[in-house]
């Protein structure tokens, strides 16, 4: 079974930076696009940043030039460096993953979300 594990979540200061890391594991062959989408209480679910497998990537307004998605192909793993944080920014932050398992059956994948605080 793929499965996604975020990491890097916590409270921070308006300002402040924060870097999440979201690890794939399982049988996955092939990961097209990783991104993250975030929820705010009372809210729906909305996309962040989105990366492909070519390091192409695209973003969210509200996360242009404070937001950066990296990826390491190598580990699996998508990172989202967030800097100059809001309290607006407070939300759960989900990892999502697009690929082709072992199998060569596609697959579309969640993590279990990692919450980001911001204080004002």
């Known amino acids: 079974q793929v499965q996604l594990v975020e990491s890097g979540g916590g409270l921070v200061q308006a300002g402040g930076s924060l870097r999440l890391s979201c690890a794939a594991s399982?049988?996955?062959?092939?990961?097209?696009?990783m991104a993250w989408y975030r929820q705010a209480p009372g809210k729906q679910r909305e996309f962040v940043a989105a990366i492909t497998s070519g390091g192409n990537n695209n973003y969210a307004d509200s996360a242009k030039g404070r937001f950066t998605i990296s990826r390491d192909n190598a580990k699996k793993t998508a990172y989202l460096q967030m800097n100059s944080l809001k309290p607006e920014d407070t939300a759960v932050y989900y990892c999502?993953?697009?690929?082709?398992?072992?199998?060569?059956?596609?697959?579309?994948?969640w993590g279990q979300g990692t919450l980001v605080t911001v204080s004002s």
């Open positions: 399982g049988p996955i062959w092939r990961i097209n696009t």
């Open positions: 999502n993953a697009e690929g082709t398992t072992t199998t060569l059956t596609r697959v579309e994948v």
